[in-house]
């Protein structure tokens, strides 16, 4: 429905299979899975509750974790931009793999999610 947050418009159901769908994506993704976890069971909750808040539901992960300060919480992980665009084309993925979300959601849900991804890159490609 229109009106509400884009949260309220995808629903937590709608999320919760997202997140899963785009780590099973990270997990076979030849740039991204050197530098996560094998068990990403953590990290998927980390990021469902982080999405949770900042699509405008409850503020889950700062209830847990405190500020979310992503750009400093990703610091330790060499972000490159070609990490940052397989990390978009996973999400891409993902979306299209999540039909219960609609193409206006997934549109703005995408587009919400290339800004952050820009923002984390914090390394350059090594491609001498
Ligand atoms: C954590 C990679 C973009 C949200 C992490 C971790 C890695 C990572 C390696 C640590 C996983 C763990 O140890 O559990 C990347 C890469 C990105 C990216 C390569 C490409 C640009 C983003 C974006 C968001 C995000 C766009 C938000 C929309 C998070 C959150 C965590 C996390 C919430 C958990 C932080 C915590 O430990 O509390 N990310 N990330 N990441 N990432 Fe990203």
Redesign the pocket.
Do not use: C, E, N
């Given at each position: 429905t229109d009106g509400g947050t884009l949260y309220e418009r995808i629903g937590p159901e709608a999320l919760s299979a997202l997140v899963t769908r785009f780590y099973e994506r990270?997990a076979v993704d030849p740039?991204?899975s050197p530098?996560?976890?094998a068990d990403?069971t953590?990290?998927a909750e980390?990021?469902l509750?982080?999405?949770t808040g900042?699509l405008g539901g409850p503020p889950l992960?700062h209830r847990t974790?405190g500020p979310?300060r992503?750009r400093a919480?990703?610091l330790?992980?060499a972000?490159?931009p070609t990490?940052?665009?397989?990390?978009?084309a996973c999400?891409d993925a993902a979306l299209h793999d999540t039909p219960q979300i609609g193409a206006a959601e997934a549109r703005e849900l995408y587009a919400?999610?290339?800004r952050?991804?820009?923002?984390?890159?914090n390394t350059p490609d090594d491609d001498g």
């Open positions: 990270v740039d991204l530098i996560f976890p990403l953590a990290t980390k990021q509750a982080f999405l900042f992960y974790y979310p992503l919480r990703h330790p992980h972000i490159t990490r940052g665009w397989a990390w978009l999400m919400a999610l290339s952050v991804a820009a923002h984390m890159v």
